[in-house]
């Protein structure tokens, strides 16, 4: 365990921007977590997972503390369902894939998405018609301030869209080291009633799919649409998709009768956001090193030598636009430091 000053985060975060840290360390363990922090090095701490969910500034005068936790455990099982402790520092696909290997059934659609365990309870990520709430049970945490261990049931952790606890009331002041997910071992639950899934194993004659079958599908969905953030730097979605009320959406509808959306009740409607980008002209846009996406408007991307501050002033002008056009705010899923 080793803290350098002035540490380039480029080779740390999915958009590829070249943020110099003042201070950075990455850690293994909780005990080791727990020791960089008593040195209280900067009053300023910056968690950094697997960097998947963030737009970085040039610079950050804070203490980076890179959290490499790693560790699968199987807690107890019974015939139909089992739980597993996870670290932090474990990447979120391969985590997935090792489910699906031991035909663990839950997490199946949200195969492919960027990031590590530790962060994906912050985002309530979700995909396909599933969330993490769904199989979440716990997590494990560290108060910052006293190095104190508990735990937050699912409950306690407020889930909402892409919302959770700790982008609230809770925000800086815990670490999570740990989640712990309940998963069916039989009679998984499957969610495929996505019009994209169905049209992948229906071209596979799949009419009695696994729980490989779906992950299987949405992975090839997903690299048909997004990029590889290895080969073009991005982080995803950059934008959620808003949900609006009955009287927006009837306003909407009269000016754009074409528009898809889906219905979460009577009173409340989803648009999607890469429809309205896409509707404002910027799919496959590009200003300098900033862009977005030809195939998901959803996406920005950096080619190549793009700022934070850059692709966040593209992310503005979209914002603008869609809501000069559309009048709805559409806002970013994406973390912006």
Not at 79 to 84: A, G
Not at 232 to 257: A, C, Q, W
Request: charged content about 25%.
């Amino acid at each position: 365990m080793r803290i350098e000053e002035n540490k380039s985060l480029k080779h740390y975060n999915t958009f590829g921007i070249d943020c110099t840290a003042r201070y950075f360390v990455s850690v293994e363990t909780v005990k080791e977590l727990k020791e960089v922090l008593s040195q209280k090095i900067s009053d300023e701490i910056f968690i950094l997972g697997g960097g998947s969910n963030m737009l970085l500034p040039a610079k950050l005068n804070s203490f980076v503390i890179h959290l490499n936790l790693k560790g699968i455990e199987v807690l107890d099982q019974t015939q139909s369902e089992v739980r597993i402790k996870v670290m932090a520092g474990e990447n979120w696909h391969e985590f997935v894939q090792y489910c699906i290997a031991n035909d663990f059934g839950g997490l199946e659609n949200l195969s492919l998405i960027p990031g590590n365990v530790g962060t994906a309870p912050i985002q309530n990520i979700g995909a396909y018609g599933v969330e993490l709430k769904d199989t979440f049970e716990s997590c494990t945490v560290l108060d910052i301030e006293n190095l104190n261990e508990k735990e937050f049931s699912n409950e306690e952790c407020k889930f909402g869209y892409r919302n959770s606890i700790f982008k609230n009331e809770v925000k800086g002041k815990y670490i999570i080291t740990s989640v712990t997910f309940k998963l069916t071992k039989k009679d998984h639950k499957l969610s495929i009633s996505y019009g994209d899934i169905q049209k992948v194993l229906a071209e596979k004659n799949i009419l009695n799919p696994s729980i490989k079958d779906v992950s299987d599908a949405v992975i090839a969905i997903r690299q048909s649409k997004l990029p590889d953030p290895k080969v073009l730097g991005n982080s995803g979605s950059f934008f959620k998709n808003p949900i609006v009320d009955k009287d927006t959406f009837e306003e909407f509808r009269k000016k754009y009768p074409e528009a898809p959306f889906y219905e979460i009740s009577p009173k409340e409607y989803k648009i999607p956001a890469g429809w309205l980008i896409e509707k404002s002209g910027f799919k496959g846009k590009r200003f300098g090193d900033a862009g977005v996406h030809k195939k998901q408007a959803l996406v920005l991307v950096n080619y190549g030598e793009a700022t934070g501050k850059e692709i966040w002033q593209l992310a503005m002008d979209i914002q603008k636009k869609v809501k000069d056009l559309s009048g709805i705010t559409i806002e970013p899923e994406v973390n912006i430091f």
